[in-house]
């Protein structure tokens, strides 16, 4: 569903927010109002918020949209030159997408309007961005433009150049949280713990933030309505990309 509603867009910017994000894009101020879509990534922060809606996350619905779509222009933006590399040999190897750009997130990350302009001379159609909440957030909303499709996909590139990161029972049990913990302990304890308790103490705060008055997580809340497919830069059309 949700690739059809991207594919219908001239163009779009998609986060996803676990109780971790979410937390970060509150303190810094990141105006979720201007996403098209926002997703409710993580168990504990939809219980929190009580969402109403199925969780989704980058990692599950980046493969689905790379499989479903053919011929992408693909950019991936963050993380480091090595993880970049493997990406993007298994994006072109098991979806048969090209690989235009991968910026690496630690050296040399240009000013989102530099890299706007790259991106636009490319005609990239897909963006990945993975720089880490609220950084990724404020990075996505400045690459936008007509014809491409901004995601933010949190440790998704990392995790996506290593054959089965997750093993097949972490999803279909909700462990997911639990295989990232053990493969990076020290990153990400603070997260499962103080950071887990501190989103509950601040419950009031981050429905208000996540869902606010009359709005709902991943319902299109952004700027402008859905634009016609044809001629807006979408795979197999020659519309303007970003």
Do not use: K
Not at 33 to 41: E, M, N, R, S, T
Not at 43 to 61: E, H, I, K
Not at 118 to 129: F, N, P, Y
Not at 189 to 195: F, G, N
């Amino acid at each position: 569903m949700l690739t059809s509603v991207l594919l219908r867009r001239g163009g779009a910017v998609v986060t996803w927010l676990n109780h971790h994000s979410a937390l970060e894009s509150m303190r810094a101020g990141v105006p979720l109002a201007q996403f098209d879509h926002v997703g409710i990534d993580g168990t504990l922060l939809s219980r929190l918020v009580r969402a109403g809606r199925p969780r989704t996350t980058a990692d599950l619905v980046l493969p689905v949209l790379l499989g479903d779509l053919r011929d992408l222009r693909v950019a991936l933006v963050g993380s480091s030159a090595a993880a970049l590399a493997a990406t993007s040999s298994r994006i072109r190897e098991d979806f048969g997408h090209d690989v235009v750009l991968a910026v690496d997130g630690y050296d040399g990350l240009p000013a989102p309007g530099d890299l706007r302009r790259r991106l636009g001379e490319l005609e990239a159609h897909l963006v990945i961005v993975g720089l880490g909440a609220p950084r990724q957030d404020a990075y996505a909303l400045a690459l936008r433009a007509p014809g491409c499709l901004v995601v933010t996909c949190g440790g998704w590139i990392d995790q996506f150049s290593q054959d089965h990161y997750y093993p097949p029972w972490a999803y279909p049990l909700r462990l997911n949280w639990l295989v990232r913990l053990y493969r990076e302990p020290r990153r990400l304890w603070r997260r499962y713990s103080t950071e887990a308790w501190r989103a509950v103490l601040l419950r009031r705060q981050l429905t208000a933030y996540v869902v606010g008055p009359g709005q709902a997580p991943a319902a299109g809340q952004g700027r402008g309505g859905p634009r016609p497919g044809a001629g807006d830069g979408a795979p197999g059309t020659r519309g303007t990309p970003c």
